[in-house]
T-cell receptor, first 115, second 111 residues
Framework: DADVTQTPRNRITKTGKRIMLECSQT?????MYWYRQDPGLGLRLIYY???????NKGEISDGYSVSRQAQAKFSLSLESAIPNQTALYFC??????????????FGPGTRLTVL | GEDVEQSLFLSVREGDSSVINCTYT??????LYWYKQEPGAGLQLLTY?????DMKQDQRLTVLLNKKDKHLSLRIADTQTGDSAIYFC???????????FGGGTRLMVKP
């Protein structure tokens, strides 16, 4: 079984709809991240959480919100989706105990299309 | 903010060596990473190098780091069609342990 799972894997929605993307991990890591990937722009950080009570904005948090329901679960919401939020979204985890070394483990991604 | 840059595309023939280059601006980077993204999948760590090293070799992979010029490269020897993927350079520092990614280099390996 995959260590980091994301649901749904694909989603098509309309402008103005509320969307939630979910991420679960079985790695026991305390840190979780949400990124979006656009061609040629690499991965840009949306939000990150260092533990259940710690939520931080990333580089591009406008239009997004998150919830860390448990150590293993981190969900990303688009309150009112717009077409320029069409992208590939990745969840990732890392282990705080590794210090400066920050190997992140990625889920398979969610392809979101906003019409 | 910090910046990591890569060229967008590289095409090589099977059996040749591939060299993917990356430049970064953060002088306090402690670790630099290469991630591989295969079609339809998430990113997987391929290799990494600590900032006090200038070279790391791991089977077909050689990482070179020029800290003075803030230049990182990944050499893949005897490139195979299975190496076709997008390769991302990333860096982290000791101020929060965030990763900053480059835009990714798409490697195409022709038979």
């Amino acid at each position: 079984d995959a260590d980091v799972t994301q649901t749904p894997r694909n989603r098509i929605t309309k402008t103005g709809k509320r969307i939630m993307l979910e991420c679960s991990q079985t790695k026991g890591h305390d840190r979780m991240y949400w990124y979006r990937q656009d061609p040629g722009l690499g991965l840009r950080l949306i939000y990150y959480s260092f533990d259940v009570k710690d939520i931080n904005k990333g580089e591009i948090s406008d239009g997004y919100s998150v919830s860390r329901q448990a150590q293993a679960k981190f969900s990303l919401s688009l309150e009112s989706a717009i077409p320029n939020q069409t992208a590939l979204y990745f969840c990732a985890t890392s282990d705080f105990s590794r210090g400066d070394y920050n190997e992140q483990f990625f889920g398979p991604g969610t392809r979101l299309t906003v019409l | 903010g910090e910046d990591v840059e890569q060229s967008l595309f590289l095409s090589v023939r099977e059996g040749d060596s591939s060299v993917i280059n990356c430049t970064y601006t953060d002088s306090s980077s402690t670790y630099l990473y290469w991630y591989k993204q295969e079609p339809g999948a998430g990113l997987q760590l391929l290799t990494y190098i600590f900032s006090n090293m200038d070279m790391k070799q791991d089977q077909r992979l050689t990482v070179l780091l020029n800290k003075k010029d803030k230049h990182l490269s990944l050499r893949i020897a005897d490139t195979q069609t299975g190496d076709s993927a997008i390769y991302f350079c990333a860096e982290s520092n000791n101020a929060g342990n965030m990763l900053t990614f480059g835009g990714g280099t798409r490697l195409m390996v022709k038979p």
